[in-house]
């Protein structure tokens, strides 16, 4: 049964690219995850979900992928954005993943593996006959018959989902007004790579391939979006503006400074730009020239919150946070409390040292963590702030989130065992303690079993 086993984990490496979630890091920015769901709210919409529960995941990772892994989450690359040239190559992909959360395709990942499965085991059991019947290589041969059938199975299933996603795709699209000129453009982006990096258009390689072939993909696409009534709707100029500029903020915040004045040059004086160098040269500790950057964007807007969270930043993480304070207070008030901006702005004034202001860390942390749960930053500065005031029942629930959130489990049940033993029984904060406690355990329970 181990050469079962090893087909089915491959199997599923290539259906569950979960782990990459668990491998590389999640990018979190306040100005980027509200042009996502900006982009995804109409097609969301159009799919019939309910708005605002679908969410957008940034992934730190220079590859062209965008995928669901389970639940109502569209996981999308940073090199997926930095690929694309417009707002509506990126809904067009958007559309496509939102179909295969409606269409179940991760639920019904079992009905592909089971059908993988099945073929594998008579393979093994007609193997098994042959060998004892004394014909080894016919053994062998039923052995790789069955792992390349049951393999093919599986990929023929799930280029069938693709082909599915797109449909559906296609339909939100439609349904919300968007026209399809910007999947088509970028199927043609990986149209043109699968040329580049000489995948083969061949039937024989058809049979290994997960998804359908962009040319046929944009072949079906096409006669669909063409006859739409929003083929010719153009961007909404706004939306574009406003990913262009996340874009070269992601460019610069990602790339080498080099690369980044390589793109952006000084000659250059867009906002996208100035974005775009501001990161470059406060990563190389340029700090006069990215607060230069900082200032013309705030000057060009001055109501403009994420200008003033980035001139804040840089101030902050250049060792000034006194002067980040007037920037990133004003860059809380006009995000409306964005809670991404506001546990900045609780770094900061944590950062002044200057116990007079723990009080306002206090209240801009526990607001920021109560509307965004899924900050552990936001969660190890409550921490910090809760140490320095001698609240360390607190400090330590607080830690306790954190790692719990990061799966550092045995640290969560540690931290929220000792919070449980310093909070006053039946509130809100010792009963939290006791749900992490009971998460913790449960995780560890898991993996206990798991090996």
Known sequence: MRFLSHLLVALIAIALPTQQV????ILRDAETEALLNDMAEP???????????????????????????????????SGLLN??????????????????????????????????????????????GAALAGAGDAAIGI????????????????????????AAGAQFLSEAGISGRGSLDFFGKLRNREFRYGYSQ????????????????????????????????????????????????LFGYLSTPQQTVNRYPLSDTSVPARYARAYAFH????????????????????????FLELHGQILLESGRPEEALQSLRRATELSGNEPLIASILGHALIATEDPARFDEAEQVLRTAVARDRLNPFAWYQLGVVYAAKGDQPRARLASAEQQVMT?????????????????????????????????????????????
């Open 143 to 166: 052995f790789q018959a069955g792992q390349r059938a049951a393999l093919g199975k599986f990929l023929a299933f799930n280029r069938v989902q693709e082909s599915a996603a797109d």
């Open 83 to 128: 690929a694309a040239d417009s707002a509506l190559e990126v809904q067009g992909v958007i559309a496509h993943e939102i179909g295969h959360i409606t269409g179940g395709h991760i639920v019904r990942f079992s009905e592909g593996a089971n059908a993988a499965s099945n073929i594998s085991i008579l393979s093994l059991l007609l193997g098994v």
């Open 202 to 249: 061949d039937d024989e390689s058809a049979f290994t391939r997960t998804h359908p072939m962009s040319g046929d993909r944009i072949a079906t696409l096409r006669e669909s979006y063409i006859v739409d009534p929003a083929w010719d709707t153009p961007v909404d100029p706004e939306l574009q503006a406003r990913f262009v500029r996340v874009k070269a903020k």
């Open 407 to 451: 799966r550092r489990y045995p640290d969560a049940l540690r931290s929220a065992q000792v919070a449980e033993a310093g909070l006053e029984p039946g509130t809100p904060d010792w009963i939290r303690a006791q749900d992490i406690a009971l998460q913790a355990r449960a995780a560890l329970e898991q993996i206990r079993d798991r090996n």
């Open 22 to 25: 668990l491998a590389q890091s």
């Open 283 to 306: 990563k190389d500790a340029l700090v006069e020239q990215a607060l230069a950057e900082a200032q013309d964007l705030m000057a060009s807007d001055p109501s403009d919150p994420y």
């Open 43 to 77: 097609l969301v919409e159009a799919s019939g979900l309910e708005r605002g529960n679908v969410d957008m995941v940034l992934i730190n990772d220079p590859s062209i992928n965008a995928f669901v892994a389970g639940g109502q989450a569209v996981y999308m690359h």
